[in-house]
């Protein structure tokens, strides 16, 4: 499954400038100092950086399943797949996809492995959440939970992907498995 990012930059950029001027922005909610927004539930609104506090494992049927915030948005990171190197988001790359930021936790019962999770500096500044060394992302055009529309888009240099519970990004279709 191969994506491009040219016709889903221009409508994320275009949903993001909507937001910025107040068309329709669903933002988070304020719980115990920590926001709880991101990705939003309408078409053409943006996602925003997401304050995490803790990541679930969402089960797909093949191979396995992918790792996402407590409110079941999808999170990518970007690598060169010919390299297998981790790249930057940085810029205009952060409008499309947000930083998971906070201190980020793994919950006994989700499955995953809590010496995975880490934090790196992110590109603006924030504090960022990582799995496996990964820096994990949102995707501003996945519209409501559970969305993998960010999954094998190539933009910014490299492929964006969603990361598994061993650690590793899944370069295929987490539904099919193709």
Known sequence: ????????????????GMSQSGG????GTDSGGMQSGGAAS?????????TGTSLIFVEARNPGGY???PEGNTLYTLVDSSREEVLPC???CLAAWPPYTG?????????????????TEAADGSTQVTYNGY???????????GALEGQGV???GGFWYIVQDSGIPLKGDPITGE
């Open 90 to 92: 940085e810029a205009d």
């Open 135 to 145: 820096p994990l992302y949102l995707f501003t055009q996945d519209t409501q939970p």
């Open 103 to 119: 201190e980020a936790t793994v919950d006994a019962d989700t499955g995953l492995d809590p010496s995975l999770v880490g934090t």
């Open 154 to 156: 190539e933009a910014f």
């Open 42 to 50: 309408e078409p053409g609104v943006a996602a925003q950086s997401q």
């Open 67 to 69: 790792i996402a915030t």
């Open 24 to 27: 329709g922005q669903s933002g």
């Open 1 to 16: 499954m191969r994506k491009t990012v040219l016709g889903l930059a221009a409508a994320s950029l275009l949903s993001f």
